[in-house]
């Protein structure tokens, strides 16, 4: 293999996929525009960009898109293009009806153009190809740093308010200093109202300039009156690792692969090691992934010599990301999955299973085995397309299929809230233990 690793990242699209309301783009598709707007726009890329993801590589080196030419043949089927002199006529017909006959006067043009580049996106049918808006790409790059600007507060949306609520804190952020608390409804960003509005538009309003102050109006209930707090925005590094001594087992839980992880992981794991820790248990149920990078460089503190994962694209092109086995893990090894364990978790896991380092306990992953490349183009915007299968050292594509626990345990989800007790947890220790013991 070429030495391309650092060249590279991979981001799984969970959650911006998430944060992007298809929807009401596609009804904003028939919205039209100019022919030199769309090509400019779509077809002029100038690199790929530094992002995340569920799963999208990352290609540090400028990557340059051919700009497309104006078609000079009549719509058909066997053109090769979607986009003919028939397809711009039809664009502009649509346009000027909306122009005459739309009954409102202000039309909201950009999101019509907005709304064209996302349909032709959606019309691939693909979950995971999506168009980004430069303030989506922004948010979604400042996202998945895992490192913001803000006051340390997880946003939902309550239905039965129809508004923003607070749905965590994270711990020694300037949320948890100023008293505000979970359930919180967020009635008012400054003088703006929440009602109705999305999480994503109320995080836009939350977030700042580091130094700077945001004003909330909080519902709590119980109290008589509403709660008014002034907030300073400050640097938060989301904690993604989470890690504790379990007698003689040493247990860590990764919540998502950001750029972050890697470092926490490594500065829990060795601070296991020095508590004497006989075992291990890796936590990665409900991680939808992330970046690539990041988990390639955790497979690479526990996995033998050998390939990690690899790629292919329909050329048959092939990347590979290998280890040198110089820290393989020593200590018996269980895994904790479920089926909203994603992507870049499902590499890790497989891995470990492929090499037989490790028990695999829970139940199937979610099984998603394909790898999205984002194109950042010259307008700020961006797109990303799924560009290739992955593969776990075996050979073994799970995209649709999921990995299979060794040994399968379903969450007693009655124990688990009433009584706080993990079964799942509880039988990757069983296993550990009995390991230890021998």
């Given amino acids: 293999m070429n030495q391309q690793e650092s060249q590279f990242d991979i981001v799984d699209d969970t ?16 919205g039209g525009m100019t022919w030199g707007f769309f090509i400019g726009g779509i077809f002029t890329c100038l690199c790929i960009l530094s992002i995340r993801g569920y799963f999208y590589f990352q290609n540090r080196n400028a990557l340059q898109i051919p700009e497309s030419t104006e078609q000079s043949t009549s719509a058909n ?4 293009t979607s986009i003919t002199e028939a397809t711009i006529q039809k664009l502009k017909t649509l346009e000027s009806a909306i122009d005459v006959y739309y009954y409102q006067e202000d039309l909201d043009y950009e999101a019509m153009q907005n709304g064209l580049f996302s349909g032709l996106v959606d019309s691939l049918g693909d979950p995971y190809s999506a168009y980004y808006t430069k303030e989506e790409f922004e948010k979604v790059t400042e996202d998945n740093t895992g490192v913001y600007y803000g006051i340390g507060a997880y946003v939902s949306f ?14 020694d952020t300037p949320a948890e200093a100023a008293g505000l608390r979970e359930n919180d409804l967020i009635t008012a960003v400054g003088e703006i109202s929440t009602y109705q509005m999305s999480t994503d538009e109320v995080v836009t309003y939350i977030r700042g300039e ?38 003689e087992v040493g247990y860590i839980q990764i919540t998502q692969f950001e750029e972050v992880t890697v470092n926490q992981f490594q500065e829990a794991y060795e601070s296991l090691k020095t508590q004497g820790m006989k075992g291990l248990v890796l936590d990665l149920r409900s991680n939808p992934g992330g970046l690539l990078s990041s988990v390639i460089e955790i497979a690479r503190q526990i996995l033998p010599e050998g390939l990690i994962v690899y790629t292919e694209d329909k050329y048959g092109q092939r990347e590979e990301f290998t280890c040198d086995g110089a820290n393989e893990i020593d200590i018996p090894l269980a895994v904790l999955i479920n089926g909203n364990s994603a992507s870049a978790s499902e590499i890790l896991a497989g891995a470990v299973k492929d090499y037989g380092i490790g028990t695999l ?33 075996n050979g073994n594509n799970i995209h649709g299929i999921g990995i299979e626990p060794d040994v399968e345990v379903e969450l007693d989800v009655d124990k688990y809230y009433d009584e706080g007790i993990d079964t799942q947890l509880e039988k990757a220790l069983e296993i550990v233990n009995s390991e230890i013991a021998q």
């Fill in 15 to 30: 959650r911006e996929d998430k944060q992007i309301k298809k929807k009401e783009k596609r009804r904003v598709f028939l």
């Fill in 158 to 171: 309550d239905a039965d308010y129809s508004m923003p609520k607070i749905a965590g804190i994270i711990a």
């Fill in 361 to 393: 306990v829970g139940t199937t992953t979610y099984g998603k085995g394909v790898v999205q490349n984002i194109f950042g183009l010259s307008d700020g915007s961006a797109i990303k397309l799924t560009i290739s299968n992955y593969f776990t050292p």
């Fill in 77 to 80: 089927e066997n053109t090769g």
């Fill in 210 to 247: 580091e130094g700077t102050y945001v004003d909330l109006t909080i519902y709590r209930e119980g109290e008589t009156d509403y709660l008014h707090f002034t907030v300073e925005r400050k640097r938060v590094e989301s904690p993604t690792v989470n890690s504790k001594m379990i007698g």
